[in-house]
């Protein structure tokens, strides 16, 4: 089963962002340009799992796990491994029981179309566009040195009117350590945080990813685990 995952794609965009930067700023961006897009590489040969949790109102209504690699095309292959759902409810009996089953399953239909139009959003945020970081780049605030040793690049209006993408990362390393995306979904606030680590003598991950809508109590986690060669 082939996907193009929305998580999947981090890696490979900040190594575009870097690589945009570094073509005409300072040299620590430019040292980060080659770790990064050395680090993209490295990762497209491993074999990993990911973890997918969704959660409502704080509780866990669905978890499901699968295997992940990249084919000899750069094609990411997901493989189902197993899923859990929260238990339902017991079927109600009595009058009107059909009239309130029937507005639980909209709701339910209500909410997995929302989902669906999130991580859409999401993807474009983490979807390698080359033409669209150029002109994102242009107007980016690049901060290195200061009270922190991290390089911190921050674009505005990325995607949509006001919103804010933050990506940090360790210039002794030359690897990612964290991104932050503030947005909108329906007029509505939407936070993406990807928090990355690294492979043992290897190449830099997006460890957790976690994207919350407060407006619908909803949030998903996103987890990657087990790199192997």
Same mark, same amino acid.
């Given at each position: 089963?082939?996907?193009?995952?929305?998580?999947?794609?981090?890696?490979?965009?900040?190594?575009?962002?870097?690589?945009?930067?570094?073509?005409?700023?300072?040299?620590?961006?430019?040292?980060?340009?080659?770790?990064?897009?050395?680090?993209?590489?490295?990762?497209?040969?491993?074999?990993?799992?990911?973890?997918?949790?969704?959660?409502?109102?704080?509780?866990?209504?669905?978890?499901?796990?699968?295997?992940?690699?990249?084919?000899?095309?750069?094609?990411?292959?997901?493989?189902?491994?197993?899923?859990?759902?929260?238990?339902?409810?017991?079927?109600?009996?009595?009058?009107?029981?059909?009239?309130?089953?029937?507005?639980?399953?909209?709701?339910?239909? !209500?909410?997995?179309?929302?989902?669906?139009?999130?991580? #859409?959003?999401? @993807?474009?945020? +983490? &979807?390698? /566009?080359?033409? %669209?970081?150029?002109?994102?780049?242009?107007?980016?605030?690049?901060?290195?040195?200061?009270?922190?040793?991290?390089?911190?690049?921050?674009?505005?209006?990325?995607?949509?009117?006001?919103?804010?993408?933050?990506?940090?990362?360790?210039?002794?390393?030359?690897?990612?350590? !964290?991104?932050?995306?503030?947005?909108?979904?329906?007029? #509505?606030?939407? @936070?993406?945080? +990807? &928090?990355? /680590?690294?492979? %043992?003598?290897?190449?830099?991950?997006?460890?957790?990813?976690?994207?919350?809508?407060?407006?619908?109590?909803?949030?998903?986690?996103?987890?990657?685990?087990?790199?192997?060669?």
């Amino acid at each position: 089963m082939t996907s193009n995952s929305t998580f999947g794609k981090a890696a490979l965009l900040f190594a575009v962002v870097i690589t945009a930067i570094g073509a005409g700023a300072q040299q620590p961006i430019n040292r980060l340009a080659t770790g990064m897009a050395s680090n993209a590489k490295q990762l497209r040969q491993y074999r990993f799992r990911e973890r997918t949790e969704t959660y409502h109102k704080g509780e866990l209504k669905n978890a499901k796990t699968d295997e992940v690699h990249y084919d000899t095309n750069g094609e990411r292959v997901t493989i189902p491994l197993d899923e859990q759902r929260a238990q339902s409810e017991s079927r109600r009996r009595g009058p009107g029981s059909r009239l309130i089953a029937r507005k639980v399953e909209d709701e339910q239909e !209500k909410m997995k179309d929302y989902i669906q139009r999130l991580m #859409a959003l999401t @993807s474009r945020y +983490l &979807a390698s /566009d080359p033409d %669209r970081l150029r002109g994102a780049l242009a107007g980016a605030e690049v901060t290195t040195g200061g009270g922190s040793s991290q390089v911190r690049v921050v674009m505005r209006n990325y995607v949509k009117t006001g919103d804010v993408m933050t990506m940090i990362f360790d210039p002794a390393t030359n690897r990612p350590t !964290k991104t932050e995306v503030h947005t909108t979904l329906e007029d #509505a606030p939407i @936070s993406i945080v +990807l &928090a990355f /680590d690294q492979i %043992r003598e290897g190449p830099s991950y997006p460890e957790r990813t976690v994207v919350k809508s407060d407006d619908k109590q909803l949030e998903l986690r996103v987890f990657t685990f087990d790199y192997r060669l």
